[in-house]
């Protein structure tokens, strides 16, 4: 791979992109950017060509934390600095590795120097090497949720503050922000989005001619990196220069209380959360006007800052698009326009009310700035955006909250009487149903302590959480327990001949910590669509336990799937995956009708467990069973179904079944398919009534011991 970064100006399209980009490098303040978009749309390109336009910066001589020798960090670990040499260097592109944990990021304690040396001394991490220059995040909806807390907080502060292993460290840490994340791997929690000062959606192009520019540009770097660099090499140096301009502009910048109460306005009209967003709007407006070469922020400004800085914000749950809607913007800017327009400036006698008066068809600017463009009197003005479509549009996602739930007729369909569990559903496809609206549930976990990705379900051994024990190294050392360490190596100090402060360590010394905190899991829901669950009301109330299920994965940043049994067979609706987006909007779309082939959910259930296995060992499932019990289609379909689901208590797979069965007469069907499973059974009116998962703090079955031990306890 060449050392030659592929140029900023050699990007084809992006515009949002790269106006994003460019704002926080004119002013880090703004608070970085998270670029969404599919794969292979340049998103890490853009990002490390951006790294090459930012002015070279002055630094200390042999100041490890890049400390400006104009304005030296007075709590810099390498300091006092006065008067000291200084040399200038470009600007820093750090990039963070997925897997990175929290001590390679704020660092930690020099464990060389404190073994061999007998000294405390401090080892920077990657937030010291990004101070004044560019931390990277690539695929950052991929983090464990405390790393992602920990980046956020340095860039809201500025600085970054550590204290582990006996170091107390505080040093100096801005730096420009930059996100990039897939949204089919799973989304940000809305408290992590809400970090980010700005937030742009990006796609690839669909018009040929412009796909052609991008693979024939691509195609000439990579055959001369050098050649194809030096093309672009005059339009680079001009941005360079425009990027310096707008930071010596930036500080003169007006951001009049007209633009100000417009920003304050918009937010308050898409009720916005907090008041993080007009602050990040103000300081977008103020970045574009000095972009633009101004120093009055103008209505244009507070439009485009609120396309950047809105759309990741107005999420009301976990599952709405993130978007704008345009109309809202232009109609709330144009009439708190209308409301604070100042007296107006020359001939028109009217009189000045607080409601704005109508006079003139134009009513001029209303600071009369110095790029007055037109009339201001309102309506959608297209001269804002880049060219670039709404950016509100995004994948078929469920509405939020949806229709209300069905006031109760159950269209005609059949109570369920005792008939055999084989009889027949209707064969006709139902159209799909909406779901209720989710609600919060209670915590499934599964039994054990496991190894997986770090979550917030089941417990489990994981690299963050609280240190429970010490042990020797399985394989290679790991986070290493200084204390247990220590206390290994004593008494062996005199027979090692040891002299002076440092410590004579041996390989069998060492010692790891164990630290036990909570796993994600997947989540495998096998939902019955059949006929027999097709009655109106019911359908609304499963779907909208379903949802609630899948909020509650999403929370736990559980990866989930879902199986639909239907007809003739079994469907792999949502192959295992960590956007729950996805899912519930297949949820939404689910069709019902016909036979119930139980024992295709289940079998198919099985064997996508079973390939999951083999790619992720560590990730332990949790079944979930959405169902009635019935089994239909065949003479054997129930005592099928049956063999099926011993397959699963065999291998000890934690399950749930929802119960779907409604109506005065039931079989029991679905508790007898818990108790094969070697799982529990939730009803819907205990889900409606207590939340979903009321009864499963812990899904394992009962053992004899605590039926022994349960037994006991009501005879005393």
Request: charged letters at 25%; glycine letters at 12%.
């Amino acid at each position: 791979m060449s050392d030659v970064r592929y140029p900023f100006t050699a990007i084809v399209g992006m515009a949002d992109l790269r106006l994003g980009l460019l704002l926080n490098a004119v002013s880090p303040a703004v608070g970085g950017v998270l670029v969404r978009g599919e794969k292979g749309t340049a998103k890490s390109t853009m990002v490390r060509a951006l790294a090459g336009l930012l002015p070279a910066i002055a630094a200390v001589d042999g100041c490890r934390f890049a400390c400006d020798p104009a304005a030296p960090d007075p709590q810099c670990p390498d300091g006092p600095h006065v008067s000291p040499p200084s040399s200038e260097r470009p600007s820093q592109l750090v990039e963070l590795p997925v897997g990175v944990a929290e001590d390679r990021i704020v660092g930690s304690l020099d464990l060389e120097r404190a073994l061999a040396e007998g000294v405390k001394a401090y080892e920077p991490g990657l937030l010291a090497r990004a101070h004044r220059g560019v931390l990277y995040i690539d695929e950052v909806n991929l983090l464990q949720d405390h790393v992602v807390d920990l980046l956020l907080d340095a860039a809201a502060m500025g600085r970054s503050y550590v204290e582990r292993e006996g170091v107390s460290v505080r040093h100096a840490a801005r730096f420009l922000l930059v996100g990039t994340m897939n949204p089919e791997e799973g989304e940000l929690r809305p408290q992590l989005l809400d970090r980010f000062g700005l937030t742009v959606e990006i796609a690839a192009t669909r018009d040929p001619a412009e796909r052609a520019e991008v693979v024939r540009r691509r195609l000439a770097y990579d055959a001369d990196p050098a050649g194809f660099a030096a093309r672009f090499a005059e339009e680079e140096r001009a941005l360079a220069e425009h990027i310096t301009t707008a930071r010596e502009l930036l500080p003169k910048v007006e951001l009049t209380d007209v633009a100000l109460r417009q920003i304050t306005a918009v937010c308050a009209a898409f009720e916005v959360d907090g008041l993080r967003a007009d602050i990040v709007m103000a300081r977008t407006a103020v970045a574009l006007a000095a972009w633009d070469g101004r120093t009055e922020v103008l209505e244009e400004d507070v439009r485009k800052a609120a396309r950047l800085a809105l759309p990741h914000r107005r999420r009301r749950n976990p599952f709405d698009a993130p978007g704008l809607d345009e109309e809202q913007l232009d109609r709330t800017l144009e009439e708190h326009a209308r409301q604070e327009d100042p007296e107006p400036e020359g001939d028109g006698p009217g009189p000045d009310g607080d409601g704005g008066p109508e006079d003139g068809p134009d009513g001029g600017p209303e600071d009369g700035g110095p790029d007055g463009r037109g009339p201001d009197g309102g309506g959608p003005d297209s001269g804002g955006p880049d060219g670039g479509g709404p950016d509100g549009g995004g994948a078929p996602e469920p509405s939020d909250g949806g229709p209300e739930v069905s006031t109760g007729e159950s269209a005609g369909e059949p109570a369920q009487p005792p008939v055999p569990a084989q009889h027949p559903s209707p064969a006709r496809e139902s159209a799909p149903v909406a779901a209720g609206d989710p609600y919060r549930t209670r915590l499934f976990t599964v039994r054990g302590t496991g190894h997986g990705a770090q979550g917030r379900r089941s417990p489990a051994e994981t690299t963050g959480g609280h240190t429970i024990r010490a042990r020797r190294p399985q394989g290679a050392l790991g986070r290493l327990h200084l204390t247990a360490t220590l206390q290994a190596a004593a008494p062996h100090q005199a027979a090692r001949g040891r002299s002076g402060r440092a410590l004579v360590l041996h390989k069998d010394d060492f010692r790891e910590q164990v630290r036990q905190g909570r796993e994600s899991n997947l989540v495998l829901f096998v939902v019955d669509a059949s006929g027999s669950m097709a009655a109106r009301q019911r359908m609304t109330a499963v779907k909208g336990a379903v949802l609630s299920l899948l909020m509650d994965a999403y929370q736990r940043r559980d990866k989930i799937g879902m199986i639909t049994f239907r007809g003739a067979g079994a469907e792999l609706a949502l192959p295992p995956t960590s956007s729950v987006e996805v899912g519930a909007a297949r949820l939404e779309s689910l069709p019902t009708g016909g036979r119930t082939p139980l024992a295709a959910g289940l079998l198919r259930a099985h064997e996508v467990l079973r390939v999951e296995r083999l790619r992720d060992p560590n990730r332990r499932p949790l079944l979930v069973v959405v169902t009635d019990g019935r089994a239909t289609g065949g003479r054997d379909a129930l005592a099928l179904s049956q063999r099926a689901a011993a397959l699963f208590a065999a291998q000890g797979t934690a399950s749930v079944v929802l119960d779907c069965e409604s109506g005065p007469v039931r079989l029991g069907l679905a508790r007898t398919l818990a108790g094969l499973l070697g799982g529990t059974t939730v009803s819907l009116d205990e889900l409606r009534a207590e939340g979903v998962a009321s009864l499963v703090r812990e899904n394992r079955p009962t053992t004899v011991r605590e039926n022994r031990a349960t037994t006991m306890r009501k005879a005393a």
